[in-house]
């Protein structure tokens, strides 16, 4: 599916196939087709066939029924830093679902967002970014850190829009957690340490 004029990060997009790219400037949500990085008229509009976070170009072409070429599985070299951030959000995983460490664990999720930053293609960033913040949001209300949690309810809050459109159904609970993050179920749970990860926010 080619551009037949140019796309800004939250635009809907007429509906159509699109091509998979591990690097895509939109994604599918709520039968919408948004876009999540610019496009400019006569670009390929992809989407991604798999959601997986971190992955090495062999690990995201078991996903699929054909070799993917695009420029994240040329390059080599991007395989070491989805294996380090594998191994970081794995890490941090632990803390949270043994219940310990709560603060460390939130260190280290802050340290995965400056990594995917500066080391992963900006498409690739935009494409992970919800997914990211919401699990950081919920390791910072796990921590207790309240002020922290606000922050990334307000970047939830963009990148939610950006990717589902501003009449998501979820905005509502999320502007409730900008306001008061102590409302969400996982702060109730700060005491018994339980497990935190994996969930919706």
Not at 138 to 166: C, H, N, P, R, S
Request: charged letters at 30%; hydrophobic letters at 40%; a negative charge.
């Amino acid at each position: 599916m080619i551009a037949d004029k140019e796309y800004k990060q939250g635009d809907i997009i007429a509906d159509g196939d699109c091509s998979h790219s591990c690097l895509p400037n939109a994604i599918k949500a709520r039968n919408k087709l948004m876009c999540i990085s610019p496009v400019d008229i006569g670009e390929e509009i992809t989407i991604s066939y798999n959601d997986n976070l971190f992955l090495s170009a062999e690990e995201r072409n078991k996903h699929y029924d054909f070799i993917c070429k695009c420029k994240l599985c040329r390059d080599e070299s991007m395989d070491k830093h989805m294996k380090h951030l594998s191994d970081m959000y794995n890490m941090m995983t632990v803390f949270c679902n043994k219940g310990i460490l709560a603060d460390v664990a939130l260190d280290i999720m802050k340290d995965i967002i400056d990594y995917s930053i500066k080391n992963l293609p900006e498409k690739y960033v935009n494409f992970i970014s919800k997914q990211i913040i919401s699990d950081a949001f919920q390791v910072a209300v796990f921590a207790g850190e309240v002020d922290i949690a606000k922050k990334y309810a307000k970047e939830l809050l963009m990148w939610t829009i950006i990717q589902e459109g501003d009449d998501s159904p979820v905005l509502e609970e999320i502007n409730m957690y900008i306001e008061d993050p102590t409302k969400h179920v996982l702060y109730k749970k700060i005491e018994n340490k339980e497990s935190v990860v994996g969930g919706s926010s």
